[in-house]
């Protein structure tokens, strides 16, 4: 129990407490502490207490904390000693949780901050972490937050948000083409998973709003992989083809360092050309389990397209000259892949099919031009982002044309 | 080169490497040079200390005793020149269970018959001043109490608290009926769980000693060894360079040497035969 600070006639009468029946092994010392915080540095509290031995295990408690203690008839005299405030002497300071505050987040997010939350003070002599992105404007994004928010709202669970028992049966040639999108569809989310994955390990967590969006678009993509697979094994079929064109097509997100321009290449322009593509199979896919996959992931990727337009945006606001950058990704994209065949032949055949729903010729000419539409919808879709970027018209619709045939 | 001032340290855990390496790092910052040699035991540490192995050493109470009853035996001197702030003024003290009839009142009569848990043969604060203390109180081992020794890397002086860890475990365990620790590791085996909150109760404490301090060997240079001291009074806990061997080696600052802190053990030394007046060994049970 504390007694009061007591003040008579200009004198001070030293801070009492009794820790009663309460040892140190049994916590006493946070009220020791708490009183000796109230007093300055030099200051002195007298501290009684009932429990046999207390005075050798306040004595212990002292000397390791490296306060002076002295007993009296009125019981310990402590003198505060000002060695803990050596420990933050020279500590940093790492800007404010809440990112809407001056000064939140740093533009420079420093080596010695490391794994502290954002907004704590670091100990001088902490260790230093190399985290490549570590500027905000290299990764920040200011609806970040909220774009996590939104995502952790539209989590769905496989198991309760799909109906894999709804009935269907497709003819053979029909489901080997859905195993075939499918088969194509994972490969793909393979690289929407590794690219920010990667970006993951390196982005300083600082910035813990955008450490939390990839987090999830990770998550996300998980599930996708998950889900896709599940819907192609639910009628016996293995995993069909992989060509080396749409690899390597892949490989060149992979192989792309700067975080702008990955996120340009891959959720800007390839994973909202992969919407389109979903939406098209939620519409057209032949099975009720194809075409809930396609809404569900559809919403997820449009995210991740979200998350990327509004880092760009910011960046492109401060950086106009930074266009000139992701055109010429785009550009070097497409001579890297000029000697790939860009879509295989097996997934557009696939897709015309699963379009189509059934092997006749009737069905096939609807399938043929269901996927011509959803080519001139992807290329529209490109064509509308590259435009709100800011790039002009002219340039929006060569880079949009020059986009991988593989579609991410 | 010059020739480095030599120090004696003893290895009773790995973490000692990471403290001597990160001294030696400091004194050459501050271009002093300095080595350090590692032992397995105190004894041939202070052994080192007598034939120009050693310019210093970083000794255990018991190893100090020794030095300085070596030294004497030669007609040299030994200076404890010196010590944490954290060294000063420890106490052990006898814990039994919280519901155990032994009282602190009545001259511990109530341990007549017991079993007490000490720490190592050498250790200083869990066995030689614990059974010092008793003795003063009438009460002597095999006579009086059984007494259940913790023996853990002897040679070491008790330096590795496992000792006194086991015997707290064996308290809780009702293995034993009371268990010598210093008061520090009282409230450390609180935290660490071994003994739960409030489950136990000290019973007895014996009075004030020093720990362990640099001794400067007969032969040392002096100004060497003055540079030393001068160089770990400068190490501040402010710094964050030298904080983290600090926080290793226990302490806040470290003091000047000083000897008035030895009385018990020396006493203890002698009524338990451990060294003789000469720093021989006494003690027939002892291997290090």
């Not at chain 2, 860890?165 to 590791?185: K, S």
Request: negative net charge; aromatic residues 8%; glycine residues 8%.
């Amino acid at each position: 129990m504390m007694k009061n600070f007591m003040m008579q006639k200009e004198i001070f009468l030293p801070l009492i407490i009794d820790i009663e029946d309460l040892g140190l092994d049994a916590g006493a010392h946070l009220l020791i502490k708490h009183g000796l915080a109230s007093v300055p540095v030099g200051g002195e509290i007298v501290v009684s207490g009932r429990v046999p031995g207390w005075e050798a295990q306040l004595s212990a408690w002292c000397r390791a904390q490296g306060h002076a203690l002295a007993f009296a008839a009125d019981g310990a005299h402590i003198t505060r000693s000002d060695i803990h405030a050596g420990r933050w002497r020279g500590a940093t300071q790492t800007g404010h949780a809440d990112p809407q505050q001056h000064g939140a987040v740093h533009e420079h997010s420093l080596p010695c901050y490391g794994l502290a939350a954002r907004g704590a003070t670091v100990e001088a002599g902490a260790p230093e972490y190399a985290f490549r992105l570590d500027k905000k404007h290299e990764v920040w994004t200011d609806n970040a937050a909220d774009l996590y928010a939104q995502a952790v709202a539209a989590q769905w669970d496989p198991e309760q948000a799909i109906d894999w028992h709804a009935p269907f049966d497709l003819p053979a040639e029909v489901e080997d083409a859905v195993a075939q999108v499918m088969t194509y569809m994972i490969e793909n989310e393979n690289a929407a998973l590794v690219v920010p994955a990667r970006f993951l390990g390196q982005l300083h967590p600082h910035f813990r709003e955008v450490q939390a969006v990839l987090a999830i678009q990770v998550a996300d993509e998980a599930r996708h992989i998950e889900v896709f697979t599940r819907r192609l094994r639910m009628r016996g079929r293995e995993p069909a083809l992989s060509t080396a064109g749409g690899q390597a097509s892949l490989k060149t997100l992979l192989d792309e360092a700067d975080f702008s321009v990955a996120g340009f290449l891959l959720s800007v322009l390839g994973e909202g050309t992969f919407v389109s593509l979903l939406n098209f199979l939620h519409e057209h896919a032949p099975d009720p389990v194809t075409r809930q996959i396609a809404r569900l992931a559809s919403r997820d990727e449009a995210r991740h397209v979200a998350f990327g337009m509004a880092h760009l945006l910011r960046r492109l606001e401060r950086e106009p000259e930074f266009r000139t950058r992701l055109a010429n990704a785009v550009e070097a994209r497409n001579d890297a892949l000029s000697g790939t065949s860009g879509l295989n032949e097996e997934v557009f055949d696939a897709l015309i099919l699963l379009a189509a729903g059934e092997f006749t010729p009737a069905a096939i000419a609807i399938g043929y031009a269901r996927v011509q539409a959803l080519m001139i919808d992807m290329a529209e879709g490109r064509l509308g982002r590259l435009l709100r970027l800011g790039f002009e018209e002219k340039t929006a619709r060569r880079l949009a044309a020059l986009h991988t045939r593989n579609f991410m | 080169m010059t020739r480095p001032l030599i120090m004696g340290a003893v290895a009773y855990a790995p973490k000692v490497v990471t403290i001597w390496e990160g001294f030696k790092e400091y004194f050459r910052r501050h271009d002093f040079e300095f080595d350090f040699i590692l032992y397995s035991n105190y004894e041939r540490q202070v052994e080192a200390q007598f034939d120009g192995t050693l310019d210093i050493a970083w000794n255990s109470p018991l190893a100090w005793v020794r030095a300085q009853r070596m030294a004497l035996a030669r007609g040299q001197t030994v200076r404890a020149v010196a010590m944490r702030d954290t060294d000063c003024d420890l106490t052990s003290v006898l814990v039994v269970r919280s519901d155990s009839a032994v009282v602190a009142s009545g001259g511990l009569s109530g341990l007549h018959g017991k079993t007490i848990g000490f720490g190592a043969l050498d250790s200083p604060q869990a066995n030689l001043i614990p059974r010092d203390h008793l003795r003063t109180q009438g009460l002597l081992a095999g006579r009086d109490y059984t007494a259940r020794r913790f023996d853990l890397l002897s040679g070491k002086h008790g330096d590795h608290i496992g000792g006194e860890r086991d015997a707290a475990q064996a308290l809780m365990a009702g293995e034993i009926d009371a268990a010598w620790m210093i008061d520090g590791n009282h409230l450390a085996f609180s935290r660490e769980g071994v003994l739960p909150a409030g489950a136990t109760r000290i019973v007895a404490r014996t009075g004030a000693y020093d720990h362990c301090n640099f001794t400067a060997s007969p032969d040392a240079p002096t100004d060497a060894v003055d540079r030393f001291v001068g160089l770990l009074s400068d190490m501040a806990w402010d710094d964050p360079d030298v904080r983290p061997l600090l926080e290793l080696e226990g302490l806040k600052a470290w003091r000047s040497g000083r000897t008035s802190g030895y009385a018990l053990l020396a006493r203890a030394v002698d009524d338990e035969k451990f060294y003789d007046a000469k720093g021989n060994i006494l003690a027939a049970d002892y291997r290090y």
